[in-house]
């Protein structure tokens, strides 16, 4: 026998054990959902629950199916593996602009009760340090994240109050709460000034993921305000580059996308 045909004929084997185990799991999945709505009706599957399930569901889905039917018509596994990306990075993306808009308008409506502005920067700058402190400051989850959250909402507020810091070398310095300030004041107030400087400190300086999407943030607010002729060619290519390196599923890839769609890059 030729050996060639040997080994394909035991790869096809296995590719058919390995779709028949993930059928079987999918089967299996379904009916467990069915029987804990039997025996306890009580049980709410919400949108949520069904959604997760999805997602849990569709990275196995390419090993079973080359396509799925529904009723507005086929949609390839790829197609939709890439719709449950931008479903879930969308998701993120909201919720935590959102919690951010709730805390600067309660940092807003604060100020409006007092009558009076306080200069808010410095110490907003120095919270979010300690935040992320290695060695004192909180483990990394979704509480750190809420309070990183509150944080910047606070941040923009101030901003709009007309706070600010040293841009360009709050950008292009190492300092992670006077980067995030600078990303806080941009996004309230778009600058083309700084366009370039920001960019760069979005791919080039910015290596955490929270501060990345702010800035990306920033980036978003200056192409839609001041449009898209205020980013240059160089950098828009930057930008479309930066897909490359980011989560296809996250906030941050929900964010360029935006972008790229404004820079016609998409």
């Known amino acids: 026998?030729?050996?060639?045909?040997?080994?394909?004929?035991?790869?096809?084997?296995?590719?058919?054990?390995?779709?028949g185990l993930v059928k079987g799991a999918i089967t299996a999945g379904a009916?467990?959902?069915?029987?804990?709505?039997?025996?306890?009706?009580?049980?709410?599957?919400?949108?949520?629950?069904?959604?997760?399930?999805?997602?849990?569901?569709?990275?196995?889905?390419g090993s079973v199916f080359e396509s799925i039917d529904t009723?507005?018509?086929?949609?390839k596994y790829?197609?939709?593996a890439q719709r449950m990306d931008q479903v879930e990075?969308?998701?993120?993306?909201?919720?935590?602009?959102?919690?951010a808009?709730?805390?600067?308008?309660?940092?807003?409506?604060?100020?409006?009760?007092?009558g009076e502005s306080r200069e808010r920067l410095p110490s907003l700058?120095?919270?979010?340090?300690?935040?992320?402190?290695?060695?004192?400051?909180?483990?990394?989850?979704?509480a750190r994240t809420q309070v990183m959250t509150k944080i910047v909402g606070e941040m923009i507020a101030a901003a709009d109050a007309g706070e600010s810091v040293p841009l360009e070398s709050a950008l292009k310095g190492g300092d992670l709460g006077q980067r995030l300030a600078a990303y806080a004041v941009l996004y309230s107030k778009p600058d083309p000034n700084y366009t370039i400087v920001l960019i760069d400190s979005?791919?080039?300086v910015e290596k955490k993921p929270f501060g990345q999407f702010w800035g990306l943030r920033a980036i978003s607010r200056l192409a839609e305000e001041m449009g898209s002729q205020q980013i240059d060619r160089n950098s828009a290519r930057r930008l479309r580059d930066l897909r490359k390196e980011l989560p296809a599923a996250s906030d941050r890839m929900f964010e360029l996308r935006g972008i790229l769609e404004v820079l016609d890059l998409s």
């Open 1 to 19: 026998m030729d050996p060639s045909k040997d080994t394909r004929a035991k790869r096809t084997d296995a590719h058919h054990r390995r779709a």
């Open 71 to 75: 009723p507005i018509g086929g949609v």
């Open 101 to 114: 808009n709730e805390a600067r308008e309660r940092a807003q409506l604060t100020d409006a009760i007092d």
């Open 125 to 142: 700058v120095s919270q979010y340090n300690a935040v992320r402190d290695p060695r004192t400051g909180m483990p990394s989850g979704s």
């Open 78 to 80: 790829r197609e939709l």
């Open 31 to 61: 009916l467990a959902l069915v029987v804990v709505h039997l025996v306890w009706p009580t049980v709410q599957m919400d949108t949520i629950v069904l959604v997760l399930l999805g997602i849990a569901i569709v990275p196995w889905l």
């Open 89 to 99: 990075g969308a998701s993120a993306s909201v919720r935590q602009v959102q919690e």
């Open 202 to 204: 979005v791919i080039d």
